[in-house]
């Protein structure tokens, strides 16, 4: 379980000041939970996860992992990135295997959960291959396979589909339901993608901007694995669109003067099969 309690994160600025980037943001994720998080760019997203991850610390409030406050990062919670950060030196099997070279395993112990893993995000054929043999969809199943390996509770995943075209995104979507729904790791997905969050999630965050904190939340009740003709999804997808629509708004008036608006639902009319209703 992930406890988040009145957590804030404050930067200090060039010009002098600083930029409240979180603001007392208090957040449960149990175990086993799915839970995306969507916001407008530069909302504190990736500042959450990295306080999560325990690569920064926060000024105000405290983060719990399984009552345990987190100090720095730890071997029960793994970050998976757009940047997939493989090893171009390493074939799949020994980029997936690195991670368990400190954990006192044999070699043929370490291998054999490696390829267990590859496996599980069907990379089989490609074991021997190295990075720039392999499509941006596969280096991204190696780094989830990468980070399954080490058995984390907590997967922290930051927009990790983001670079991927469309098709290779939903089919890597269905893919992580169906390792979630066969592992039940706590997963913490940040995306901008909100068809992606739906479909994925138990449970959608949206947050606000200037300063970064929780909006609104969403319980995605739709029976697994979720399928995006269930009217359930659309209809959330609809509901999280229009928050998040608010929430632009303000950031582009502030940006650029009252003069500019955008049109409620003007972003989410893309055509139905498109899996990239994303802002
Ligand atoms: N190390 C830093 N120093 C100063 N400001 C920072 C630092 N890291 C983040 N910020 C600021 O904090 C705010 C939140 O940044 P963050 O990267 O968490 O946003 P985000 O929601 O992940 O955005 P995006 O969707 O574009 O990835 C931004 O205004 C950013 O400029
Ligand atoms: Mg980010």
């Known amino acids: 379980m992930i406890t988040i309690n009145k957590v804030s994160k404050v930067f200090p600025q060039r010009k ?143 927009e990790p589909f983001a670079a991927l075209d469309e098709q290779t995104r939903f089919i890597l979507l269905k893919d992580l339901e169906e390792i979630w729904l066969k592992t039940r790791k706590t997963i913490l997905f940040i995306t901008h993608n909100i068809r992606e969050a739906v479909m994925l999630s138990d449970r959608v965050i949206v947050m606000a901007t200037q300063p970064g904190r929780v909006k609104k939340e969403y319980i995605v009740q739709a029976a697994r694995p979720h399928v995006s003709s269930d009217p359930l999804i659309h209809f959330l997808e609809n509901k999280i669109m229009d928050a998040l629509t608010d929430e632009l708004e303000k950031v582009v008036r502030e940006e650029l003067g009252n003069e500019y608006s955008i049109k409620k639902n003007a972003i989410s009319n893309s055509p139905a099969d498109s899996v990239g209703v994303g802002i």
């Not at 983060?63 to 406050?69: A, F, P, R």
């Open 16 to 158: 002098g000041g600083v930029y409240t980037a979180l603001d007392q943001i208090s957040l449960t994720i149990q175990q086993g939970e799915f839970v995306s998080i969507v916001g407008p760019s530069g909302c504190g997203k990736s500042t959450l996860l990295n306080l999560i991850a325990g690569f920064e610390s926060s000024d105000i409030g405290s983060i719990e992992v399984n009552g345990e406050k987190v100090t720095a990062p730890g071997p029960d919670r793994i970050v998976v990135f757009q940047e997939h950060g493989l090893f171009p030196w390493l074939t799949v099997l020994d980029n997936v295997a690195f991670g368990l070279k400190q954990t006192g395993l044999s070699k043929k112990e370490r291998y054999l959960l490696a390829e267990e893993q590859i496996k599980a995000v069907h990379l089989r054929k490609f074991m021997d291959r190295y990075p720039h043999e392999l499509s941006g969809g596969m280096k991204q199943r190696v780094a989830i396979a990468r980070a399954l390996v080490m058995d984390p509770d907590i997967l922290l995943m930051d």
